[in-house]
């Protein structure tokens, strides 16, 4: 990391400007620097700078000679190869920033196959290049490995050069012998860690960049070819082996999240003492009265240098805790991806490394003592929480959510959480009903925490934490509240529209990925995000169509065909025969729904075809936070009015258990949607639809949402205007008894629901769970600009208006209606406290 403050020069587009360090290593820098003469790159767009770190024996000179064409910095002391590199970089002009050793060489198209990887995908920050041996045989780099205590290293080194590493991939580090970075992404990290003087400081730029949310990239067309280890020698084995040990220790401290730290740091510093010992062969019980009984009053000790590296790299480290701390904080604040997302990276992170017997002795046990092992071979966890029940019978929510559950239990480790309670089990992840402080515990467990609903408002820790969060806002809940809250009174409906819509206004600031359920959602929602400043540089720099920030992922279908067990309707429920016609209403009640004009339709097709029946397959929500619906009680009334309830209309007055729903779905001959028109409809997506899809129905449905314009365009059924009796009639009367129409119908239906199977309406979702990251613009901004306080979305309500709210109640359907309705407020109230 750089600490100087020098002005940045500006950038050319297109150049590449390519830094050396030099250290009394004249001939090799003269060497490299002529080999660029034959790079396949325009000499305009080149720039060379080398910087010498005090060599004192005349090597600026040399070097100015030789290459009259370089820009040759003179450091005016050692700064080492990290601070020689960012004092090159402060006298950069080129968009790419390129790193060579001096005692390297770079191929023909050395620069083109790394820029070109660079300009092909924005999200690859760095680009790491196959380094040969000097004569091009053998491997010196292709791929970087870290081990769990910080220590990297390549494992294929001095291999044969076959062809088998000639494949581009993602890697945690490139090596610093040949190496390339953005420019203005180099500066805006930091560059090199100065702390680190020489070794790892490569390690920890590529371990840095990736938890920041870019992509190493090694790209085996980008070759150069590197003499092996010829700088150190001439200080002795014990001072690489001390820059190595503490180093590790400063990579560790700066990039591994609070869990990983909290694992590996005090294991590691206890292997770096015994790793030291066993490398100098020294008895470790001499100062062990039991051990060693024989007492003595010497005072002193010899021992080999190399037995000390660990205990004072341990103590270099702690003395630059003051700054490492600070640095540390910043870089937390800011990560976007989880150490379990970058774990594959590490490649072989339990790998000891040094051969020594007691070495490994420790080593094994320190692993398992912390539990190393579990750690970093562990998937992702991701908690999928809803405020649904998750019991026999499910509504939408609670069914989407367990669906997520089920998609993500194969790759990562899952736990589903219900706030509003659970009694299902699955062998595949776990179910659990937790709220309030109990949320504390699962949601530090996890790595991404997708949720529906106000868990914002109930873990409100959350919104200041580092975690990775999605939130699943296919329900547009404030739309809905325009007629649900309508029971509430004036005031009360204003408070929980606004209450509402600051709640998912406060979701939309915090998460990192957002799902919707359709294109003509997006459309609303990126208005949403837009309002709230989502719609910025940062992320659009990122992806230009935000699909990095919001994804598509409607509510799907059961990739395996319904299996009907029993019937549930035909024969099954009293006045409905095996040969009766039924109309099947698919879902709960809800006040932006049109059941009263169904019922009127349904009298009249009676008429003419005494064999239709309409089942209302469930009146009662499962969710008893859910309110009673005024439309519900209405539509019943009508029925009972036309003479309709128990011949031609029913009601399941309950839910029908998930499992069980394909036995009604196969009963029933078409199944319908109606709504009124208002800006619920326009932005809805109709979940009871997909049943209907997923059991080969024609439907019939009002016109003004997503599904009427696709039932519509692919002959999915009928579409009718709103509240227009005679043209719900004839439609229904077309799907249930023009068997051409109906079959044509039908066949639609079958070859349409494939595209909406689980498996594939959940690909973002999978996708992006597959390598999760923090939004850039989340990860950017302060703990303070996350933290706003989220409102009580609870009604607060007068006397005056619990008054008049019994009063029509009253009128509406008498006292039981009365008592049902304050039951209903008290659970609802209850329940969110």
Not at 275 to 300: W, Y
Not at 715 to 720: E, N, S, T, W
Not at 743 to 765: E, I, K, M, Q
Request: aromatic share 8%; hydrophobic share 45%; proline share 4%.
């Amino acid at each position: 990391m750089s600490s100087g403050k020098e002005k940045r020069p500006q950038v050319r587009p297109g150049v590449v400007s390519v830094v050396l360090v030099n250290y009394r290593g004249a001939d090799d820098t003269i060497t490299c620097l002529r080999a660029f003469d034959d790079v396949d790159w325009p000499a305009a767009d080149l720039e060379l700078i080398v910087v010498d770190n005090d060599s004192g024996d005349e090597s600026v000179e040399r070097i100015r000679a030789a290459v009259p064409g370089a820009v040759v910095v003179d450091a005016g002391s050692n700064t080492g190869f990290a601070g020689g590199c960012n004092l090159g970089v402060a006298h950069a002009t080129g968009e790419f920033v390129a790193f060579i050793n001096n005692d390297a060489r770079p191929d023909r198209d050395w620069v083109r196959a790394a820029v070109e990887a660079m300009r092909a995908d924005p999200e690859v920050g760095s680009v790491a290049s196959k380094v040969l041996d000097w004569e091009g045989g053998l491997i010196d780099y292709v791929d970087g490995s870290l081990t769990w205590f910080g220590m990297g290293y390549k494992r294929e080194v001095e291999k044969p050069d076959t062809g088998q590493w000639d494949t581009a991939h993602d890697v945690l580090f490139g090596t610093g012998a040949a190496m390339f970075v953005r420019a203005e992404l180099y500066r805006e990290v930091g560059g090199f860690d100065e702390r680190f003087f020489m070794f790892y400081e490569d390690v920890d730029l590529g371990w840095r960049l990736n938890l920041l949310g870019h992509r190493v990239r090694y790209v085996p067309g980008s070759v150069a070819f590197h003499k092996h280890h010829v700088t150190m020698k001439k200080f002795g084995n014990f001072r690489e082996s001390y820059l190595l040990e503490r180093n590790a220790l400063l990579a560790m401290y700066k990039n591994y999240d609070d869990e990983s730290l909290a694992r590996a740091l005090p294991a590691a510093m206890a292997l770096a003492v015994r790793r030291s010992l066993a490398r100098a062969d020294v008895d470790a019980t001499s100062l062990d009265l039991q051990r060693s009984p024989g007492g003595d009053d010497v005072g002193t000790l010899e021992l080999p240098k190399m037995a000390l590296t660990g205990t004072y790299a341990i103590d270099y480290f702690v003395e630059q805790l003051p700054t490492l701390l600070e640095t540390r904080r910043e870089l937390q604040a800011t990560r976007r991806r989880s150490d379990r997302d970058l774990f594959p990276l590490f490649r072989k992170a339990l790998e000891p490394a040094y051969g020594m017997p007691s070495y490994l002795a420790a080593h094994d046990v320190l692993v398992e003592a912390f539990g190393i092992a579990e750690h970093v071979n562990s998937r992702h966890r991701v908690l999928v929480v809803t405020g649904e029940p998750l019991l026999e019978r499910m509504a939408g929510p609670a069914i989407r959510a367990w669906e997520v559950a089920s998609a993500l239990s194969a790759e990562h480790d899952v736990r589903l959480v219900s706030t509003g309670g659970a009694r299902r089990t699955s062998s595949a992840f776990a179910v659990e009903y937790l709220h309030g402080a109990a949320l504390v515990e699962v949601t530090r467990w996890a790595d991404v925490i997708i949720f529906q609903g106000f868990l914002l408002e109930q873990a409100p820790w959350l919104k200041d934490s580092d975690k990775i969060v999605v939130a699943d806002i296919y329900d547009p809940m404030h739309l809905e509240q325009l007629e649900q809250a309508k029971d509430l009174g004036p005031d009360g409906r204003e408070r929980a529209v606004r209450a509402t819509t600051e709640l998912l206004n406060a979701q939309i600031r915090r998460a990192d990925f957002l799902l919707c359920a359709s294109e003509k959602q997006r459309d609303f929602w990126l208005g949403h995000l837009a309002a709230q400043g989502r719609v910025n540089p940062s992320v659009y720099d990122e992806h230009a169509n935000l699909d990095n920030l919001l994804a598509v992922v409607p509510f799907g279908v059961a990739d395996e065909a319904p299996v009907q067990r029993r019937h549930g309707i035909k024969g099954a429920v009293d006045g409905i025969g095996p040969d009766d016609k039924v109309i099947l209403w698919g879902g709960g009640v809800y006040n932006w729904f049109d059941p009263l004009t169904l019922v009127r339709a349904v009298a009249r097709l009676a008429e003419r075809h005494p064999e239709v029946r309409l089942y209302f397959l469930g009146m009662k929500h499962p969710n008893p936070g859910v309110p009673d619906m005024e439309v519900a009680w209405r539509t019943q009334e009508l029925a009972r009015e036309l003479g309709l309830t128990g011949r031609h209309v029913f009601f399941n007055e309950g839910w029908v258990p998930y499992e069980e729903r394909a036995d009604y779905l196969l009963d029933a001959d078409v199944g319908v949607s109606t709504h009124f028109q208002h800006v619920e409809t326009a932005f809805s997506f109709r979940t009871r639809i997909l049943d209907y899809l997923w059991a080969s129905l024609p439907i019939v449905a009002t016109d003004g949402d997503t599904f009427g314009t696709l039932i519509r365009e692919h002959g999915l059924g009928r579409v009718v205007p709103a509240e227009d009796v005679e043209a719900l009639e004839a439609a229904l009367e077309e799907m249930l008894f023009d068997d051409a129409a109906a079959d044509a119908a039908r066949s639609a239906v079958r070859a349409f629901a494939g595209d909406y199977a689980w498996s594939r309406v959940l690909a973002p979702l999978v996708e992006f769970c597959r390598a999760p990251r923090r939004a850039v613009d989340v990860a950017l901004r302060g703990p303070a600009e996350r933290s706003e306080r989220l409102p009580d979305i609870r009604p607060r309500t007068s006397v005056r208006a619990d008054l008049a709210l019994a009063r029509d109640y009253l009128r509406a359907g008498g006292l039981g209606e009365v008592t049902r309705r304050a039951a209903g407020r008290v659970r609802r109230i209850a329940g969110g406290a």
